[in-house]
């Protein structure tokens, strides 16, 4: 007896063509990354890396290696929120939900700090309340994550001045649980490279394998 051939509905076409919905946490793991305007100012035998670790508040942070360069990314769909967080430029990471523990921000203080407390609080609010207002991604297939960058000479352990910002086009999601598996990025500046920059990042691992240090202690103190 012929088996029936069952008909394609367009429910089943729908299924195939809905777009999947972004998950951070996937974009978690290890990745090598390739850098021309870096590699020709600084050759290197070495392999540049970024690995992405998991965070409260849909954040990411990550141990970031240009050879010449590295330091410590926290990234979100929100540049609002990490805007928040670097205006605040709390002493460590707990209060911005990038770290493994949990700590209570029990801090006082008199009324002439209230409306310096007062924006701080409405930026915190971002933190621990609903989540900031995100930006739209620039096509559908891809999901851009901003980020906020500070480095140190790899070399002399010079700290940059300034907290440099960007974003990653993330791509490559499967159903594996691997995650998505490549990004290209791009920088609005570098430390001493002018110009934008681009780079991209090929995922090695599902798991990061470099903690990424403190941000509060990449802070450059001028003066």
Known sequence: MASKTRKTTKTDDAKRTAPQLFDIQKCCGSY???????EDQWPTDDDMKLD???GKHELLKAACDFGAFEGTMIMSESEELLDAICDLDQPDEENAGLSKYNQDDSSESSEDDQPERSKKRAAQGNLSG????KTKTATKDCHRIYYRMRVADTGTGDLDDDTRSGYLNFSGGDHSG???????????DFCC????????????????QKWPESWSKLVCTVG
Do not use: D, Q
């Not at 991209?200 to 798991?207: E, I, L, R």
């Open 178 to 188: 691997a995650g998505y598996s490549h990004f290209v990025g791009f920088a609005n």
């Open 130 to 133: 609903a989540p900031a207002k």
């Open 32 to 38: 090598r990354m390739r850098c021309s305007k870096i």
């Open 52 to 54: 992405v670790w998991a």
């Open 193 to 208: 490279l002018s110009g934008k920059m681009e780079f991209n990042g090929k995922k090695v691992a599902k798991t990061p």
